[in-house]
C-alpha cells in the first residue's frame, strides 16, 4: 500500500489533539505496575483507547501498536506507533516534561510523526519531504560545530531485568560527555529529546535503546529539520536499530567515536516489538 505520508498529517495531528486533552485534563488515576520502577496509569491507557479507536475510524487500513497493549506487528507494512503518555515518572511528579508520540512507519521506517506536549503547549509535526515545524512554524536543528559548545541529552538509565549490566554503558557515556560536551541534560522523554534536537533548543540526543512507540515520531521530525539519525555504528536509523542518535550533522563523527569508547563496557538494550 502506498500512501503520501503528507496527506495524514491533519489525521495524525487530531490524534494528538484528543491524547492531549485527555493528558492535560485528567489526573493519572490507578497506576500499574509493569515492571521494577515501571508503570503506566490510567491516563495511559485512556489516551490509547482513543487513539486507537479514532485511527480505526479514520485510517481502517492502516495498523496499529501502542506501547500498553499492543497490536500490529513491526514490519507488516504502514502502522501507527503510539506512546499514549511518554514520561509516565515525569507526568506522576507533576514535571510538564511529557506528552504523547504518534509516528507512521512504512515497513521499519518512520514517514511521518506528531507529538504534542499539552502542558508546554507545543506541537511537533512533520512527514517524509515535507519539512518539520513546531505549532506550524518550519524549524530545523542547530548549527554547533564541537561537542564543547553542545547540550547532549542522554536516555533513562535502565532499570528491571539485568539494569546493572545494560546501565555500564550507560554510565561510561555520561562520563565521556561530561568531559567533552558543554552540558549533559536528561529530560525523561524520547519524545522531547528528538523534538528538542530539531527545534535546535539541544545539539544531540543519544538513547542506547530503540522502541518504535518512542521514537518513530521524534526520528522523522529530527530529520525533516536537518538531523542526522543513526544507529551505534553510524548506519541510518530505522526501527530495528539498536540505539537512537540525533544530532546536528557537524557533530556525527565525534559522537560516533566517543560511543564506541562508552560500548566497550557493557551490553546495551535491544527491544524491538513483535
Same mark, same amino acid.
Given at each position: 500500500m502506498t500512501i503520501d505520508a503528507r496527506s495524514l498529517l491533519p489525521i495524525g495531528e487530531q490524534a494528538v489533539s484528543i491524547a492531549g486533552e485527555i493528558i492535560r485534563t485528567r489526573a493519572p488515576g490507578v497506576v500499574t505496575a509493569k515492571g521494577d520502577r515501571d508503570m503506566a496509569t490510567e491516563v495511559d491507557y485512556a489516551v490509547e483507547h482513543a487513539v486507537r479507536e479514532f485511527l480505526a475510524r479514520e485510517t481502517p487500513e492502516i495498523g496499529f501498536l501502542g506501547e500498553e497493549e499492543g497490536g500490529s506487528r513491526l514490519g507488516d507494512g504502514l502502522m501507527w506507533a503510539l506512546d499514549p503518555v511518554d514520561g509516565t515518572a515525569n507526568f506522576l511528579h507533576g514535571i510538564p516534561l511529557c506528552g504523547v508520540s504518534l509516528g507512521l512507519v512504512d515497513k521499519d521506517i518512520p514517514t511521518l510523526g506528531v507529538i504534542g506536549l499539552p502542558f508546554l503547549d507545543l506541537r511537533y509535526a512533520a512527514a517524509e519531504e515535507a519539512g518539520a515545524a513546531v505549532n506550524g512554524s518550519a524549524i530545523q536543528v542547530g548549527d554547533a560545530r564541537d561537542l564543547s559548545s553542545a547540550i547532549v541529552a542522554i536516555g533513562d538509565y535502565a532499570v528491571g531485568e539485568n539494569a546493572e549490566e545494560r546501565n555500564r554503558p550507560r554510565f561510561a557515556l555520561t562520563e565521556e560527555l561530561a568531559a567533552r560536551v558543554q552540558r549533559i541534560r536528561m529530560f525523561g522523554s524520547a519524545a522531547i529529546d528528538l523534538a528538542w534536537v530539531a527545534h535546535g533548543r539541544i545539539d544531540a540526543t543519544i538513547m542506547l535503546s530503540n522502541n #518504535?512507540?518512542? +521514537?518513530?515520531? =521524534?526520528?522523522?521530525? *529530527?530529520?525533516? @529539520? =536537518? !538531523?542526522?539519525?543513526?544507529?551505534? /555504528? =553510524?548506519? #541510518?536509523? $530505522?526501527? +530495528?536499530?539498536? @540505539? +537512537?542518535?540525533? !544530532? $546536528? #550533522? &557537524?557533530?556525527?563523527?565525534?559522537?560516533?567515536?566517543?560511543?564506541?569508547? *562508552?560500548?566497550?563496557? =557493557?551490553?546495551? /538494550?535491544? &527491544?524491538? @516489538?513483535?
Open positions: #518504535p512507540w518512542d +521514537t518513530a515520531a =521524534g526520528v522523522i521530525i *529530527a530529520r525533516e @529539520a =536537518g !538531523a542526522t539519525v543513526i544507529d551505534l /555504528d =553510524g548506519s #541510518p536509523h $530505522s526501527m +530495528t536499530a539498536q @540505539a +537512537t542518535i540525533a !544530532a $546536528s #550533522p &557537524k557533530l556525527v563523527a565525534d559522537l560516533i567515536e566517543l560511543i564506541a569508547e *562508552a560500548r566497550k563496557v =557493557g551490553v546495551l /538494550d535491544r &527491544k524491538i @516489538a513483535e
